[in-house]
């Protein structure tokens, strides 16, 4: 059973325009939301994230929004650029638990389109 | 600077074959883990690890094995290498055990191929 899903495998957005990736999670006990960054060839790296006592984070371009009754967390990249293209993994962690907790979705792929 | 890194990068070997990747890390973190990562399933916690002689069981450990000996190494073995293991596998390190996330740190992967 999934706990972190990802229901986007792909999504192509242009250069300039606002890239919406989203997330869902099913486990109440998550209370620690991440959203981590990988490209070709590399490993994830770590992006933004957001604790469940919020309801939005912002780090210049990104921001993260976290809507706890939904079971729901958003990412948004404003303005996108060409660099932004790579796989985005939504994570999420019962901070009181052990970092072996930390349980990703399958991952969005989001391509800038010129 | 510190850093987290794997070996071999990329590597293919036979059905039944035993395999070890490395992976060292400068940043002296007592937390180890190793994620496979396939299509349709995001990463995946195989082995970790919180120090020294500890090693822990995750989610998908059946074939895997780890050891750790030191505060820097965490090998991954494939006892018996199956076709279902041809994955790319990262390694990753973190401060404390109470670590939220932010500051696990990935190396760069190893593919491997088992035919």
């Known amino acids: 059973d999934q706990q972190v899903k990802q229901n986007s495998p792909s999504l192509s957005v242009q250069e300039g325009r606002i890239s919406i990736l989203n997330c869902d999670y099913t486990n109440s006990m998550f209370d620690y939301f991440l959203w981590y960054k990988k490209y070709p060839a590399e490993g994830p790296t770590f992006l933004i994230s957001i604790s469940s006592i919020k309801d939005k984070n912002e780090d210049g371009r990104f921001t993260v929004f976290l809507n706890k009754s939904a079971k729901h967390l958003s990412l948004h990249i404003v303005p996108s650029q060409p660099g932004d293209s790579a796989v985005y993994f939504c994570a999420a962690i019962y901070s009181g638990g052990g970092a072996d907790g930390l349980t990703f979705g399958k991952g969005t792929h989001l391509i800038i389109q010129p | 600077d510190a850093e987290i890194t794997q070996s071999p990068r990329h590597k293919i070997t036979e059905t039944g074959r035993q395999v070890t990747l490395a992976c060292h890390q400068t940043?002296?973190?007592?937390?180890m883990f190793w994620y496979r990562q396939d299509l349709g399933h995001g990463l995946r916690l195989i082995h970790y690890s919180y120090g020294v002689h500890d090693t822990n069981k995750g989610e998908v450990s059946d074939g895997y094995s780890v050891s750790r000996s030191n505060t820097e190494d965490l090998p991954l073995t494939l006892e018996s290498a199956a076709s279902s293991q041809t994955s790319v596998y990262f390694c990753?390190?973190?401060?404390?055990?109470?670590?939220?996330?932010?500051?696990?740190?990935f190396g760069e992967g190893s593919w491997l191929t088992v035919v």
């Open positions: 940043w002296n973190h007592n937390n």
């Open positions: 990753a390190s973190s401060e404390s055990p109470r670590d939220s996330g932010n500051t696990i740190y």
